[in-house]
Protein backbone atom coordinates (compact mmCIF):
# COMPACT_ATOMS: atom_id res chain seq x y z
CA UNK A 1 0.00 0.00 0.00
CA UNK A 2 1.35 3.39 -1.01
CA UNK A 3 1.67 6.25 1.34
CA UNK A 4 -1.98 7.21 2.37
CA UNK A 5 -3.33 10.69 1.40
CA UNK A 6 -5.40 11.31 4.81
CA UNK A 7 -3.70 11.97 8.55
CA UNK A 8 -4.11 8.55 10.39
CA UNK A 9 -2.62 7.14 13.84
CA UNK A 10 0.68 6.70 13.73
CA UNK A 11 0.98 3.38 15.21
CA UNK A 12 -1.58 0.19 16.46
CA UNK A 13 -3.82 0.38 18.55
CA UNK A 14 -6.17 -2.08 20.55
CA UNK A 15 -4.82 -6.02 20.16
CA UNK A 16 -2.66 -5.06 17.46
CA UNK A 17 -1.14 -2.87 20.11
CA UNK A 18 -0.38 -5.91 22.00
CA UNK A 19 1.75 -7.72 19.36
CA UNK A 20 3.79 -4.82 18.35
CA UNK A 21 5.07 -4.70 21.85
CA UNK A 22 6.09 -8.23 21.75
CA UNK A 23 7.98 -7.68 18.89
CA UNK A 24 9.18 -4.62 17.89
CA UNK A 25 12.54 -4.88 19.96
CA UNK A 26 12.67 -8.88 19.16
CA UNK A 27 15.75 -9.97 17.77
CA UNK A 28 14.76 -11.84 14.99
CA UNK A 29 15.82 -12.47 11.32
CA UNK A 30 13.09 -11.94 9.75
CA UNK A 31 11.43 -7.87 10.10
CA UNK A 32 8.09 -7.31 8.73
CA UNK A 33 8.07 -3.34 7.81
CA UNK A 34 4.25 -2.40 8.44
CA UNK A 35 1.70 -0.16 7.89
CA UNK A 36 -0.89 -1.34 11.12
CA UNK A 37 -4.10 0.09 9.01
CA UNK A 38 -3.18 -1.87 5.72
CA UNK A 39 -4.93 -4.62 4.69
CA UNK A 40 -2.30 -6.37 2.67
CA UNK A 41 -0.10 -6.05 5.71
CA UNK A 42 -2.37 -8.00 7.66
CA UNK A 43 -2.13 -11.08 5.38
CA UNK A 44 1.44 -10.96 6.08
CA UNK A 45 1.14 -10.19 9.66
CA UNK A 46 -1.47 -13.12 10.46
CA UNK A 47 0.59 -15.62 8.36
CA UNK A 48 3.51 -14.90 10.91
CA UNK A 49 1.46 -15.12 13.54
CA UNK A 50 -0.32 -18.32 12.63
CA UNK A 51 2.96 -19.99 11.89
CA UNK A 52 4.50 -18.32 15.55
CA UNK A 53 7.48 -17.35 13.28
CA UNK A 54 10.21 -15.00 14.95
CA UNK A 55 10.02 -11.53 13.97
CA UNK A 56 11.24 -8.21 14.35
CA UNK A 57 7.82 -5.80 13.44
CA UNK A 58 8.65 -2.11 12.55
CA UNK A 59 6.41 0.74 11.49
CA UNK A 60 6.74 2.51 8.83
CA UNK A 61 6.13 5.83 9.00
CA UNK A 62 4.12 6.51 5.64
CA UNK A 63 4.92 10.34 5.79
CA UNK A 64 8.48 10.10 6.87
CA UNK A 65 10.10 7.10 5.71
CA UNK A 66 13.57 6.11 7.27
CA UNK A 67 16.38 6.44 4.80
CA UNK A 68 17.27 2.87 5.76
CA UNK A 69 13.86 1.64 4.81
CA UNK A 70 13.80 3.17 1.49
CA UNK A 71 17.75 1.55 0.92
CA UNK A 72 16.35 -1.65 1.38
CA UNK A 73 13.17 -1.00 -0.54
CA UNK A 74 13.30 2.22 -2.58
CA UNK A 75 9.38 2.03 -3.76
CA UNK A 76 8.76 2.51 -0.16
CA UNK A 77 5.89 0.00 -0.05
CA UNK A 78 4.60 -2.16 2.65
CA UNK A 79 4.25 -4.86 3.56
CA UNK A 80 8.16 -5.09 2.81
CA UNK A 81 9.10 -8.32 4.51
CA UNK A 82 13.03 -8.23 5.60
CA UNK A 83 15.05 -11.33 4.23
CA UNK A 84 18.19 -12.93 5.85
CA UNK A 85 20.25 -13.90 2.76
CA UNK A 86 23.76 -14.46 2.33
CA UNK A 87 24.01 -11.22 0.75
CA UNK A 88 22.27 -9.48 3.76
CA UNK A 89 19.04 -8.41 4.63
CA UNK A 90 16.82 -8.32 1.45
CA UNK A 91 13.48 -7.39 0.87
CA UNK A 92 10.26 -9.18 -0.39
CA UNK A 93 7.34 -7.18 -1.69
CA UNK A 94 3.61 -7.93 -2.37
CA UNK A 95 1.31 -9.47 0.26
CA UNK A 96 0.78 -13.00 -1.84
CA UNK A 97 4.49 -13.99 -2.13
CA UNK A 98 5.27 -12.87 1.44
CA UNK A 99 2.90 -15.31 2.61
CA UNK A 100 3.99 -18.08 0.41
CA UNK A 101 7.55 -17.56 0.99
CA UNK A 102 6.66 -17.57 4.63
CA UNK A 103 4.39 -21.24 4.32
CA UNK A 104 7.52 -22.85 2.30
CA UNK A 105 9.88 -21.49 4.56
CA UNK A 106 8.36 -22.31 7.54
CA UNK A 107 6.52 -25.52 7.11
CA UNK A 108 5.55 -26.14 10.73
CA UNK A 109 1.71 -25.28 10.70
CA UNK A 110 1.27 -25.13 6.93
CA UNK A 111 -1.25 -23.14 5.33
CA UNK A 112 -1.35 -25.38 2.30
CA UNK A 113 -2.23 -28.97 1.93
CA UNK A 114 0.46 -31.50 0.38
CA UNK A 115 -1.20 -32.65 -2.34
CA UNK A 116 -0.50 -30.97 -5.55
CA UNK A 117 -3.69 -30.81 -7.06
CA UNK A 118 -5.14 -29.78 -3.52
CA UNK A 119 -3.12 -27.07 -3.30
CA UNK A 120 -3.72 -25.52 -6.91
CA UNK A 121 -6.88 -25.38 -6.44
CA UNK A 122 -6.81 -23.37 -3.13
CA UNK A 123 -4.66 -21.08 -5.63
CA UNK A 124 -7.72 -20.85 -8.18
CA UNK A 125 -9.73 -19.51 -4.93
CA UNK A 126 -7.05 -17.11 -3.85
CA UNK A 127 -6.30 -15.38 -7.37
CA UNK A 128 -10.18 -15.67 -7.26
CA UNK A 129 -10.07 -12.69 -3.96
CA UNK A 130 -7.30 -10.79 -5.72
CA UNK A 131 -8.79 -10.62 -9.24
CA UNK A 132 -12.28 -10.17 -8.51
CA UNK A 133 -13.33 -9.79 -4.99
CA UNK A 134 -10.89 -6.51 -3.92
CA UNK A 135 -11.51 -5.38 -7.12
CA UNK A 136 -15.21 -5.33 -6.48
CA UNK A 137 -14.59 -3.91 -2.59
CA UNK A 138 -13.18 -0.79 -4.09
CA UNK A 139 -15.78 -0.06 -6.89
CA UNK A 140 -18.55 -0.96 -4.43
CA UNK A 141 -16.78 1.57 -1.56
CA UNK A 142 -15.65 4.32 -4.26
CA UNK A 143 -19.42 4.71 -5.51
CA UNK A 144 -20.00 8.01 -5.96
CA UNK A 145 -23.49 9.73 -7.81
CA UNK A 146 -21.18 10.83 -10.48
CA UNK A 147 -20.58 6.69 -11.18
CA UNK A 148 -21.54 5.11 -13.96
CA UNK A 149 -23.19 2.52 -12.16
CA UNK A 150 -25.74 2.57 -9.46
CA UNK A 151 -24.65 1.79 -6.17
CA UNK A 152 -27.17 -1.19 -5.93
CA UNK A 153 -25.25 -2.46 -9.29
CA UNK A 154 -22.06 -1.96 -7.27
CA UNK A 155 -23.52 -3.72 -4.12
CA UNK A 156 -24.46 -6.64 -6.29
CA UNK A 157 -21.25 -7.24 -7.69
CA UNK A 158 -19.40 -6.95 -4.94
CA UNK A 159 -22.07 -9.66 -3.33
CA UNK A 160 -21.97 -12.10 -5.98
CA UNK A 161 -18.41 -12.20 -5.68
CA UNK A 162 -18.52 -13.55 -1.97
CA UNK A 163 -20.88 -16.21 -3.08
CA UNK A 164 -18.66 -17.93 -5.61
CA UNK A 165 -16.08 -17.89 -3.44
CA UNK A 166 -18.03 -19.64 -0.82
CA UNK A 167 -19.16 -22.44 -3.41
CA UNK A 168 -16.09 -23.41 -3.52
CA UNK A 169 -15.84 -23.81 -0.53
CA UNK A 170 -15.81 -27.26 1.83
CA UNK A 171 -19.39 -27.60 2.62
CA UNK A 172 -18.87 -28.32 6.22
CA UNK A 173 -16.11 -25.70 7.34
CA UNK A 174 -16.30 -23.83 9.35
CA UNK A 175 -13.01 -22.59 7.37
CA UNK A 176 -12.35 -22.06 3.47
CA UNK A 177 -10.55 -25.87 3.31
CA UNK A 178 -12.89 -27.71 6.31
CA UNK A 179 -11.46 -27.58 9.36
CA UNK A 180 -7.98 -26.43 9.29
CA UNK A 181 -7.59 -22.03 8.50
CA UNK A 182 -5.61 -22.10 5.26
CA UNK A 183 -4.42 -19.56 2.79
CA UNK A 184 -7.70 -18.48 1.61
CA UNK A 185 -8.62 -18.02 4.24
CA UNK A 186 -5.54 -15.71 5.36
CA UNK A 187 -6.25 -14.23 1.88
CA UNK A 188 -9.60 -12.78 2.29
CA UNK A 189 -9.56 -12.48 6.15
CA UNK A 190 -8.80 -8.57 5.75
CA UNK A 191 -11.39 -7.84 3.69
CA UNK A 192 -13.59 -9.73 5.98
CA UNK A 193 -13.29 -7.97 9.00
CA UNK A 194 -13.53 -4.63 7.13
CA UNK A 195 -17.42 -5.08 5.97
CA UNK A 196 -18.21 -2.93 8.69
CA UNK A 197 -17.13 -0.02 6.77
CA UNK A 198 -19.98 -0.21 4.27
CA UNK A 199 -22.66 -0.09 7.13
CA UNK A 200 -20.98 2.95 8.15
CA UNK A 201 -20.30 4.71 5.11
CA UNK A 202 -22.92 3.42 2.31
CA UNK A 203 -26.23 4.11 1.92
CA UNK A 204 -28.01 0.40 1.89
CA UNK A 205 -25.28 -0.72 4.02
CA UNK A 206 -23.93 -4.06 3.25
CA UNK A 207 -26.69 -6.17 1.84
CA UNK A 208 -26.17 -9.54 3.24
CA UNK A 209 -29.03 -10.95 3.87
CA UNK A 210 -30.08 -12.15 7.60
CA UNK A 211 -30.47 -15.71 8.14
CA UNK A 212 -33.35 -17.08 6.38
CA UNK A 213 -33.81 -14.20 4.40
CA UNK A 214 -31.44 -15.57 1.52
CA UNK A 215 -33.76 -16.92 -0.87
CA UNK A 216 -32.73 -19.01 -3.42
CA UNK A 217 -29.15 -18.75 -2.16
CA UNK A 218 -29.64 -19.31 1.66
CA UNK A 219 -27.47 -22.18 1.98
CA UNK A 220 -24.35 -20.34 0.56
CA UNK A 221 -25.14 -17.06 2.36
CA UNK A 222 -25.64 -19.54 5.82
CA UNK A 223 -21.88 -21.09 4.58
CA UNK A 224 -20.59 -17.75 4.66
CA UNK A 225 -21.93 -16.51 7.83
CA UNK A 226 -20.10 -19.71 9.13
CA UNK A 227 -16.78 -18.76 7.32
CA UNK A 228 -16.78 -15.26 8.43
CA UNK A 229 -17.86 -15.86 12.11
CA UNK A 230 -14.92 -18.47 12.11
CA UNK A 231 -12.79 -16.11 10.56
CA UNK A 232 -13.20 -13.16 12.57
CA UNK A 233 -12.97 -15.25 15.70
CA UNK A 234 -9.59 -16.46 14.76
CA UNK A 235 -6.48 -15.30 17.36
CA UNK A 236 -4.42 -13.89 14.93
CA UNK A 237 -6.71 -12.28 12.63
CA UNK A 238 -8.07 -10.61 16.14
CA UNK A 239 -4.83 -9.85 17.41
CA UNK A 240 -3.22 -7.98 13.88
CA UNK A 241 -6.81 -5.60 14.26
CA UNK A 242 -6.73 -2.19 15.68
CA UNK A 243 -9.44 -0.04 17.19
CA UNK A 244 -11.84 0.48 14.66
CA UNK A 245 -12.32 3.87 15.23
CA UNK A 246 -8.67 4.77 13.79
CA UNK A 247 -9.59 2.83 10.29
CA UNK A 248 -12.18 5.49 10.12
CA UNK A 249 -10.01 8.52 8.44
CA UNK A 250 -8.27 6.15 6.00
CA UNK A 251 -11.63 4.66 4.48
CA UNK A 252 -13.65 8.00 4.40
CA UNK A 253 -11.33 8.86 2.02
CA UNK A 254 -12.11 5.64 -0.37
CA UNK A 255 -15.87 5.74 0.69
CA UNK A 256 -16.16 9.72 -0.55
CA UNK A 257 -13.61 8.62 -3.82
CA UNK A 258 -11.27 10.74 -3.12
CA UNK A 259 -8.20 8.49 -1.88
CA UNK A 260 -5.45 8.51 -4.11
CA UNK A 261 -3.47 5.17 -3.54
CA UNK A 262 -3.07 2.99 -6.68
CA UNK A 263 -5.47 1.21 -5.71
CA UNK A 264 -7.91 3.56 -5.59
CA UNK A 265 -6.85 5.22 -8.90
CA UNK A 266 -7.20 1.72 -10.25
CA UNK A 267 -10.25 1.26 -9.28
CA UNK A 268 -11.27 4.65 -10.83
CA UNK A 269 -9.35 3.81 -14.04
CA UNK A 270 -11.75 0.41 -14.52
CA UNK A 271 -8.79 -1.73 -13.43
CA UNK A 272 -7.90 -4.62 -11.03
CA UNK A 273 -5.40 -4.50 -8.05
CA UNK A 274 -2.10 -2.81 -9.43
Not at 21 to 29: L, N
Request: aromatic letters at 12%.
Amino acid sequence: MAIPDVDIHPVATGRAADIVKQHEDAKADIVLYSGWFCPFVQRSWITLEEKKIPYRYQEINPYKKEASFLKLNPRGLVPTLGVPTPDGQQPLIESGIICDYLDETFPDVPLYPKDPFQKAKLRISIDYVTSRIIPAFHRFLQHTKEKPYTIDEARSEFLNTLLTFIKDADPEGPFFASKQFTMPDVILAPWAVRLWIFDHFKEGGLGIPEPGKGGENEQLWERWRVWAKAVEERKSVQATMSDKEHYLPLWQRYADDKAMSELAKATRAGRGVP
